[in-house]
């Protein structure tokens, strides 16, 4: 367990033989200030880096296993608060290490192990990190409270109806969040309107810049590729560089079995929060109308704690989007609910059910 003599480290923990040994060691070592040290930088470094580290073992598991890792990683997903909870834990484990039984020396063993789990794994995770080395952003450093908000989002623009979803929240004084693709910028005109976005106070988040799933999630090489290419083409225009993200067809897809675990832990490190929705609007659909999209938006939003509300203005015809915007709007407000734009301080959603309706 903590016999490993090959590091600084290791080298001062002692080897648990009997109490003989122990109350030998112990004086020099155990409850100096030097452990306390140890203790609690062994300890930050595990909670820092542990649940990236969860989530990629999750990596390769079998289908069923999947759900359950994408449950777990949004639980690990550690704030500051969070962590400085944690450090209170263990302190108060600290002050109870004061007698020289064997509990606590298995303990501080099993804190060992962990940090060699967590050294591991931070070899593991640097080892992607000469790929696209530009693509790091400050993560958050808490979640805000949002309860009763709706976040609006649109994906696939900015496309022929993005002038009109603009006007609307224009109209209601409402800030909503853009999914950008990256190859339909290229037309002329839209570079103006991601301008306005970010004039009127709205949020630019990546999507994806071919918007090809076969392509895009080939490897991880290829996806942050991809992204680079939106990213960089959205800070070219607003000067503004995004920090969240939409998965193309959302976290859970078909096409991204083989890769998925690992771009998400990746870009999860690299300080990006990419955003699923818990409110589909299902308007991607051929078969959707107004009444359908206002009706499953007000279902949804009703039955959430606070919602982030998938939408198109971008993709294909989106007539009905736009009518059944006003609608869901005036409805909500109407009903006390408070409207904002994503920001990586909104807890992310990661409810999402593959397939059910494409982002
Ligand atoms: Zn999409």
Redesign the pocket.
């Known amino acids: 367990m903590i016999d490993h003599a090959s590091t600084a480290l290791h080298s001062n923990v002692p080897q648990v033989k009997g109490q003989i040994t122990l109350r030998r060691v112990k004086p020099r070592y155990l409850g100096s200030v030097r452990f306390f040290k140890h203790l609690i930088v062994t300890f930050v470094s595990v909670m820092m880096i542990l649940p990236w580290g969860v989530v990629a073992f999750m990596a390769g598991k079998e289908e069923t296993r999947r759900t359950e890792s994408r449950q777990l990683e949004a639980q690990l997903i550690v704030t500051m608060g969070e962590l400085q909870s944690f450090v209170n834990e263990y302190e108060a484990l600290l002050a109870r290490i004061d007698s020289d039984d064997a509990e606590n020396l298995m303990l501080v063993g099993q804190l060992m192990d962990q940090l060699e789990i967590a050294e591991s794994l931070y070899e593991f995770e640097s080892a992607y990190g000469h790929l696209h080395p530009e693509l790091r952003v400050e993560g958050p450093k808490e979640y805000i409270d949002s309860s009763r908000t709706v976040y609006l989002t649109f ?2 623009g900015p496309g022929g109806y993005t002038k009109s979803v603009l006007d609307i929240l224009q109209r209601y004084d409402v800030r909503a969040t853009f ?1 950008v ?1 990256g190859y339909v910028i290229n037309s002329p005109g839209r570079e103006d309107l991601l301008r306005r976005m970010v004039e009127e106070g709205h949020t630019i988040g990546v ?2 810049f071919s ?1 090809v799933y076969k392509d895009v999630y080939s490897s991880l090489e290829a996806y942050l590729e991809d992204f680079a290419k939106t990213s960089e083409r959205i800070e070219e225009i607003t000067g503004i560089k995004p920090d969240i993200f939409r998965f ?2 959302g976290s859970l897809n078909s096409y991204n079995e083989r890769w998925g675990n690992t771009i998400i832990s990746e870009m999860l490190n690299r300080g990006y929060r990419y955003y699923d929705w818990n409110a589909g609007s299902g308007d991607a659909s051929t078969e959707a109308t107004v009444d359908s999209i206002y009706e499953d938006v007000i279902r949804q939003v009703h039955g959430n704690p606070y919602s982030v509300v998938l939408m ?1 203005d971008g ?1 294909g015809g989106r007539q009905a989007t736009v009518q059944a915007l006003p609608m869901i709007i005036e409805r909500l407000q109407r009903e006390g609910y408070e409207f904002d734009k994503l920001t990586n301080q909104v807890r992310p959603t990661v409810y999402t059910t593959a397939g059910y309706n ?2």
């Open positions: 994906d696939d999914f693709v999507h994806t918007h193309p067809g198109h993709g494409r982002g």
